[in-house]
């Protein structure tokens, strides 16, 4: 295993972007699409949604961009962008693209609830717990 850095453009597999771009941003459309995906793929889709969020997170408290943001301020923040899609996050995360106004953090969508949602409806697991196994 290599220590190399995070590129988001080559570490996040495009099988979550291909996901998010087809829902739109919108948490039923990804909820209906992943009805359709098998349990691998849901996992796989989750597992780099969460390290895309978490990698975002890491990245801005670094660089100071959150200010004195709480962690779970900067999680909901980092879910938001990520739901946003492959290019808003490479730029964010790059620092290619300012980060949203902080009034306006509250009130964008979040998707990472869907995929547990979904999973726990059609396999009656938690996802956290499948991934956990790991």
Known sequence: MTN?????????????WRLLEGAE???ESL????YNEPQE???AAFRAYRDAQVEL???????NRAGDSTEDTLDDLADA????????YCDLYEGRMDLPRRQEWEGLPTLIHVFGDVYDERFDLEIDDVLDED
Do not use: S, Y
Request: proline fraction near 11%; aromatic fraction near 2%; charged fraction near 25%.
């Open 4 to 16: 190399a850095p995070f590129t988001p453009a080559v570490d996040i597999p495009d099988l979550l």
């Open 31 to 34: 909820r209906k699409l992943l």
């Open 57 to 63: 997170a890491d990245r801005l408290v670094v660089t």
């Open 81 to 88: 962008v990520v739901a946003m899609g492959k290019l808003v």
């Open 41 to 43: 793929t849901i996992i």
């Open 25 to 27: 941003k919108d948490p």
